[in-house]
């Protein structure tokens, strides 16, 4: 299982970016997918997460209205679009899955990607 995310930089409060994770290794389409951040001194904490169809979400309560998770199966990619933009959305943002083998759960996650947002 492999996850890369893309997307991160440095943006000013307001503005938008659109991360994007790129996953192989395992059948994209048949498993829910999320997002995590982890900013400095923090536990990590989900952000989003979309099941392996699209069809339901879950949201942070922080990031309600603002971002929005979507995923395009026929290119094993998950995307988080982030709008509104606040310095407490500094983070550094991962990809994650669940994925089941011989009724075990494993957790992977990505090398992870960096927002920054500052005046």
């Known amino acids: 299982v492999q996850l890369v995310e893309s997307g991160g930089g440095l943006v000013q409060p307001g503005e938008s970016l659109r991360l994007s994770c790129a996953a192989s290794g395992f059948t994209f389409s048949s498993y829910d997918m999320s997002w995590y951040r982890q900013a400095p001194g923090k536990e990590r904490e989900l952000v989003a997460a979309?099941?392996?169809?699209?069809?339901?979400?879950k949201y942070a309560d922080s990031v309600k209205g603002r971002f929005t998770i979507s995923r395009d199966n026929a290119k094993n990619t998950v995307y988080l679009q982030m709008n509104s933009l606040k310095a407490d959305d500094t983070a550094v943002y991962y990809c994650n899955v669940v994925v089941a083998v011989l009724s075990k759960l494993y957790k992977y996650w990505g090398q992870g990607t960096q927002v920054t947002v500052s005046s």
């Open positions: 979309l099941t392996s169809a699209g069809s339901s979400t």
